[in-house]
C-alpha cells in the first residue's frame, strides 16, 4: 500500500502545544491499535522468543525478526493519521532494564516474566553496568537494525518499552513480596539498592540516547509516540501502587527526581493506585507529561475527573488506555484542551479512523 506523506510539520507543532501547554483549540489525539501484549502484538515474531522453559538469552532474540510487525504497525497507524509519530521500539513489553541488571527473563508464546536474583545482600556490592552488559547492546542492535530497516520513514524511539524504575527493578531482583518486608527489616539497604539501580537507569538511558537518530529534528518517546525537540525518556514506576506514600518519600522520591532532571524532558506513567505521589511529581521542572492510565478494571474516568482537572494546573496530561465513548465524550466536555492528549485503544484500523474522526468533531 503506497501511502501518503503526512504533514509532519503540523503534526510537530501540535506536540509542541501540547507538551508546552500551550492554548489549542482540540486536545491532542492519538490512537492506539489492537494489543500491547508482545504475543499480540509481534503476531509474526512472537514464536521466535519462546525460552522453552530455560531463561532466554540475548542472542535468542534476532531484530531482523520483527521488522514485518513493525512495518505493519506503522501502516496500521499511518492509515489512521493520528496527531502522534509512529516510533520503531525495542520489542516493547520485554523487562530491559530486569535483564540488564541481572534477572533472568523467561518467555513464553503468550508472555515475558523475570524470577528474582538477589538472594543475600552480599550480592549488592556486586551489582554493576558496563556498555558491553549483553542485553544493552541488544537495544543497541535493534536500534540500528530498525534505522537501517526504515530509511527514515518512521523514527526509533528514545527507548524500549517499558522502561522500568528503580522501584520496579527492585521488585524484580528481590521478589516484590520480599521487597516490602525489607523495607521493614533493613531499610537502608533497599536505599543503597535503588541509589544503585537509578545510577544504572541513568546511565543506560544517556548512553542509548546517543545511539538514537533525530527525526525531523526531534525524538519521539517510546510507546507514546510524543516528539519533542529533545531527548525524552519517560519512567515506568508500577511498584508505586503496592508502595505506600511514606515508603515512595524515603526511597523513590529522590531517585525520581534524580532520573528526571537527567532529561530535558521526562514522561512518568501512572495507575490509578499511584496518585498519591503527585504532588511530589509537580515539583519536579523536568518532569513534562504525567501519563494515568485506564485500565480495564479499573474506576471510571469519571471518578477520576477532579484529579485529572488537578493535574492540568501543573503538567501536560496524557491518559491512555480502555477508554469509553461515553468516557471520551466527558473528558472533552470537562478538561480544557490545552495540554491534554487522549490517547484510547481500539480493536483495528477502521474502528481507529471512525473513533478519530468522531473524536475531532466531538461527535461521541
Excluded at 552488559?133 to 534505522?147: G, H, R
Excluded at 537501517?148 to 527492585?170: A, C, K, L, N, V
Excluded at 474502528?351 to 468533531?361: V, Y
Aim: with cysteine.
Amino acid at each position: 500500500m503506497t501511502l501518503k506523506m503526512r504533514n509532519y510539520g503540523e503534526i510537530i507543532q501540535r506536540n509542541v502545544a501540547f507538551v508546552n501547554r500551550e492554548p489549542v483549540e482540540r486536545p491532542l489525539f492519538g490512537i492506539w491499535v489492537g494489543s500491547y501484549i508482545p504475543s499480540q502484538l509481534y503476531k509474526k515474531a512472537a514464536k521466535s522468543f519462546s525460552s522453552k522453559n530455560k531463561p532466554i538469552t540475548p542472542e535468542a532474540i534476532d531484530p531482523k525478526d520483527f521488522l514485518a510487525d513493525i512495518d505493519r504497525l506503522f501502516l496500521e497507524h499511518e492509515q489512521i493519521g493520528d496527531d502522534l509519530i509512529w516510533s520503531a521500539t525495542p520489542l516493547i513489553g520485554f523487562p530491559w532494564m530486569e535483564a540488564i541488571v541481572g534477572c533472568p527473563v523467561y518467555a513464553s508464546s503468550d508472555s515475558l516474566w523475570t524470577v528474582p536474583y538477589i538472594n543475600n545482600w552480599e550480592k549488592l556490592d556486586e551489582i554493576n553496568f558496563s556498555p558491553e552488559n549483553k542485553w544493552f547492546q541488544k537495544i543497541l542492535e535493534f536500534k540500528e537494525v530498525f534505522a537501517e530497516h526504515s530509511q527514515e520513514r518512521y523514527p526509533i524511539s528514545t527507548s524500549p518499552s517499558p522502561i522500568r524504575g528503580p522501584g520496579d527493578m527492585m521488585g524484580a531482583a528481590l521478589g516484590q513480596q520480599r521487597l516490602c518486608l525489607e523495607l521493614y527489616d533493613n531499610p537502608e539497604k533497599i536505599k543503597k539498592l535503588a541509589s544503585i539501580y537509578t545510577d544504572i537507569w541513568i546511565r543506560v538511558n544517556k548512553l542509548q540516547m546517543e545511539k538514537t537518530p533525530r527525526f525531523q529534528d526531534g525524538y519521539v518517546v517510546a510507546f507514546y509516540n510524543i516528539w519533542t525537540p529533545d531527548f525524552c525518556q519517560y519512567n515506568q514506576e508500577d511498584s508505586l501502587d503496592y508502595l505506600s506514600p511514606k515508603f515512595f518519600r524515603e526511597i523513590l522520591s529522590e531517585n525520581h527526581i534524580k532520573i528526571f532532571n537527567s532529561f530535558e524532558y521526562s514522561l512518568i506513567h501512572l495507575h490509578f493506585h499511584s496518585l498519591y505521589c503527585l504532588r511530589d511529581l509537580y515539583k519536579i521542572s523536568n518532569l513534562k507529561i504525567i501519563e494515568i492510565n485506564k485500565d480495564l478494571f479499573g474506576p471510571s474516568i469519571f471518578k477520576l475527573l477532579p484529579t485529572l482537572k488537578e493535574v492540568k494546573k501543573h503538567k501536560s496530561l496524557l491518559i491512555w488506555g480502555d477508554l469509553t465513548k461515553e468516557e471520551i465524550r466527558g473528558l472533552l466536555n470537562e478538561l480544557s484542551p490545552h495540554g491534554l492528549c487522549i490517547y484510547p485503544i481500539v480493536k483495528d484500523v477502521e474502528e481507529g479512523k471512525a473513533l478519530l474522526k468522531r473524536m475531532k468533531n466531538k461527535n461521541l
